[in-house]
């Protein structure tokens, strides 16, 4: 008798492909809707909290719009015009955890620029072994990262190196989204500040590597921001260039001209230009018929620190003492708690001799300690204080001024504006990065060019979130997610069992 035919042996293998089938059609359809999900341009977000806690600030909002103005024109041409260049190095767990958090507000960043094409904001990682390449060209055009730095905006040829210290407050709080959008306002910025740096008077050599009189680093730094840095020497020319937005006195070791002067004092009240000095002490400058325009004074004497609080392991001077009122010069060391960082410096105050001026504010920023004094007499040693010809702490070492163009201060636009610090030494390379030195320097170039235009963004805590849970509670987890698809897959083999039997 012939065998009993399997009605179902011609049926299972096509049944085994239709399976097959379904399973690669499900993964791919998965795919590619992630794919889709991780393209800007096919994301929509809504935020639903009360707080709006993952959204962008409508500055910054404001601030994405203003730049994709700005952008490239054309198909694909913008797109990855701004790049965010996250860096992994730092293995750390505080580090990882601000990397996480920045992450999240970097893909916001990415999402906003691609609201009305493709997004021109771009994110990569790079650091410990990946990306290499991307990282040897940043440091040949910009500068190597040293371990501090977190995160690096590039824009063409500007650059922007942010660190950990600048993304977290002093309470703790995340203050990411503040810098990054002040972060690219600074790359995203369309015509270069030229600042002119004086020469002719043995001033710091603007590419100059050397450690004491170079200030190669400082250049660098300005033309991260976009600074064009010219030289200008005063004497040559009958007038301060047209297209000059500031000009530096680094450290100048002979004095100044009455000529020069001339120049100087006509582009700051008449043209309501802008002059950063870094005065030393023991050098005749020849500046004081400018300085007593903007009623700065700058006696001839040395600070003496006494005080082993306010000096560093190398013995240099450590100015932490600031303004008690706001000031956008002062905000940075402020936040950060950084001070200035130099070995010789001299007085720079408010000149309480100088006539009233309704349309000139001064601001006296940066102090000694109570217990040190301005040494007149630069030859006698050892020094000690005297009560006649020295100038008793606190000692004043850095204003700055501003005059009005209106008819009292306050009113009418921004005019002429100076800054006089006393050392030359926190722009030279020696010690440009210690301290808050760079923060400084780069900041009065910003408020002196009038790019002091850091946001000011609250800094988002965080929300933590606690599960509170008994044994009871778990065994009734494991009853819901473990034991009944179990007892499900139990009755499936019995059922397959049984069928196979009869």
Known sequence: MAPIRDDFGAVRPIRRLNRLTQALLAIALAVVVNYLASLPEFRLRHDITADRRHSLAPESAETIRAAGRRSPVGIGRNQGWVKAVLLTGDTSEPAQIVRSRLLKLLDSYVVETGR??????????????????????????????DASIALILTCGPRAKYVTYREL?????????????TSALIEVTEDKPAVCYITKGHGELGVEDASPARGMSLLSRQLRNRNFEVRQLDLATVSEVPRDAAMILIAGPLTPFSASENARLRSFLSERNGRVMALLDPGREHGLEPTLAEWAIFTPDAELQEPDPARRTTDGDIALIRLEEKEHPLTKVLKEQNLPLIAARIRPARFDEGSAPDSTLGVWQLVFSSDAAWGETDLVRRPVRFDVDRD?????CLAAAAERATGIRKGVGGAGGRLVVVGTSEIAANLRLNRGGNRAFITQCAAWLTDRDRAVSLPARTEGEYQLNATAADFWALALRFCLIPLGVLAVGLAVSVWRRRS
Do not use: D, Y
């Open 116 to 145: 009305n094409g493709p997004a021109w904001f771009a994110v990569e990682l790079a650091g410990g072994g990946r990306n290499a390449p991307l990282i040897s060209e940043i440091a040949g055009r910009h500068g190597p990262p």
């Open 391 to 395: 100038q008793p702490g606190p000692v």
């Open 168 to 180: 977290v407050t002093k309470e703790g709080g995340f203050r990411g989204e503040e810098v990054v």
